[in-house]
């Protein structure tokens, strides 16, 4: 194994940052080149982190622990791991930029300056879900937002500024209540050991709070304050209801690569954030606050596909699809239960996988008829049956079709919360068949907007379209693919997260 391998997959990006730097901004085919490399080694490393993953091992893997600097008794320290939770994060996140690195041969204007900020993005991305100091954490999440901000507001559509800058607030006003989270955790923490320790280490805190000694000094009001102020920051990200309003517009404006990262990526920093932090380190706190996120969960779910239902944009019904498809999230963690965990964890891979290929599919959709509007199009599957085929497979995925992945993260999420203790949900039951009916929802905003794009009468001027090219092969066939493979082989991402989600659980005797 390499050493310092989870640092290398952080910073490697800034290798690629630094080398287009002194690329002529004309030679746009080396820029290209070089972006494509790049995401390649962070592929593989991470398909070498995978690989050499011990499924059999509780806690971290791979850690690295270096002194970084000290104000006072306070020390801030570069510490990085990986366990079940955080290894699927990481391979997707280097998957989907990957990919979207391929789909962005279609950007044209700013090349040079488009994949640097697309690199310093990925740097920040995978920083997010190896990060064990909170500090560290932080950073790193600040660090997805200015880029993405640019991207959307340099290469998005007519209205880039405004989505790009309601993206900025309500993300970084949602970073100001989690820094005020982190820093009660570490206070609270220090008083709990009496100021002997000071740390904002994930994994050391939670063992503080974990200890007969905190319980003495930290009250339950206390937890359940910093949960739910946690709670909130992470809402925003992920996004739950009514903090949602944010994505729909960043969605529709941003470019379809920005598109797969955002809707395959970034939402799932808020959903980890929460697992990792919020569940990690207060997991009664959570227990308290699961009937309240269970219904929020349901929220999302049918607020979601009922206002995808009504959309004209098929961007903006794909955008309000992932806002349900949080919901499922949501169940999962609030049921507080090994199958409900695994649901939440698969649900978070499997979304991230459907969605960048149903923005991909959009974007290549768009680009051939110059409109995402659903009463201007149909009748696509006659000039191009390859992309809507691939456009009904990718709607197939999401709408939960058994033997793809969408079905598998729905049983486990939705098994989860009809199994949840009546102690921490009490209606746990009515919440998940309430929660249910989102699915039909699903089915049915979905198969009407295949129906409208790619079935029915074709216009004239998209009787002659051209079909998939071969370079949309790649994202395609391998988005599609890694969906079917975990649909009808779940292990291969069950084997990893399970030790990991039987000791979450475990924490309240779940």
Not at 37 to 60: I, K, N, R
Not at 180 to 190: D, I, P, Q, S
Not at 391 to 406: E, F, H, K
Not at 452 to 464: A, L, N, P, S, V
């Amino acid at each position: 194994m390499i050493p310092n391998i989870l640092s290398w997959l952080v910073f490697f990006p800034l290798v690629g940052l630094l080398i287009t730097f002194f690329i002529p901004k004309d030679n746009v085919s080396t820029i290209r080149t070089v972006a494509v490399a790049v995401t390649a080694v962070t592929l593989v490393l991470s398909l070498m982190l995978w690989v050499a993953f011990d499924t059999t091992q509780v806690g971290m893997q791979f850690e690295e622990n270096y002194r970084w600097f000290d104000v006072g008794f306070v020390q801030f320290n570069y510490d990085l791991g990986v366990d079940g939770l955080s290894l699927p994060m990481i391979l997707l996140t280097t998957i989907v930029t990957f990919l979207a690195v391929i789909a962005s041969f279609n950007i044209k204007d700013r090349t040079k300056e488009y994949f640097m900020w697309l690199f310093a993005l990925q740097t920040g991305m995978t920083g997010v879900f190896v990060a064990l100091d909170m500090l560290l954490f932080f950073l790193f999440f600040e660090l997805t937002l200015i880029p993405m901000f640019f991207i959307i507001g340099i290469w998005g559509g007519k209205e880039r500024e405004y989505a790009a800058f309601k993206f900025l607030v309500y993300t970084g006003l949602g970073s100001i209540v989690m820094l005020l989270g982190f820093f009660a955790l570490f206070l609270y923490g220090a008083v709990a050991t009496g100021f002997t320790e000071t740390t904002f280490n994930m994994i050391r805190l939670s063992e503080i709070f974990a200890s007969p000694m905190a319980a003495d000094v930290v009250s339950s009001g206390v937890k359940a304050a910093i949960f739910l102020t946690i709670f909130i920051a992470f809402a925003v990200k992920l996004p739950i209801f009514p903090f949602h309003t944010w994505l729909p517009d960043a969605h529709v404006q941003a470019p379809t690569p920005a598109s797969m990262i955002l809707a395959g990526v970034l939402l799932k920093m808020g959903a980890y954030g929460l697992i990792r932090i919020g569940y990690g380190i207060l997991p009664e706190a959570a227990a308290q606050f699961a009937t309240l996120i269970a219904i929020l969960g349901v929220i999302n779910i049918l607020y979601g596909a009922m206002l995808a239902l009504v959309q004209k944009d098929l961007k903006k019904l794909i955008a309000y699809s992932s806002i349900s498809h949080m919901g499922i999230v949501l169940l999962g963690v609030a049921s507080y239960t090994t199958q409900g965990m695994q649901g939440a964890i698969f649900q978070m891979v499997s979304h991230g996988f459907i969605s960048a290929l149903l923005f991909f599919m959009v974007g290549a959709i768009y680009e051939r008829t110059h409109t995402r509007m659903l009463a201007d199009l149909g009748g696509l599957s006659k000039s191009m049956p390859i992309l809507a085929g691939f456009m009904l497979a990718a709607a197939m995925a999401s709408v939960g079709l058994p033997g793809l992945s969408g079905f598998v993260s729905e049983l486990l999420a939705f098994m989860g919360i009809f199994a949840a203790a009546p102690e921490i949900i009490p209606a746990a039951k009515t919440i998940a068949v309430i929660g249910a009916l989102g699915i039909i929802l699903t089915a049915a905003y979905l198969l009407w907007a295949i129906q409208r794009t790619t079935f029915g009468h074709i216009r004239d001027e998209y009787k002659d379209l051209p079909d998939a090219r071969k370079l949309e092969y790649i994202p395609m066939v391998t988005l599609f693919g890694l969906s079917l493979l975990i649909g009808v082989y779940p292990a291969i991402l069950g084997d990893v997260i399970n030790i990991t989600v039987i000791d979450l659980v475990s924490r309240i005797g779940g």
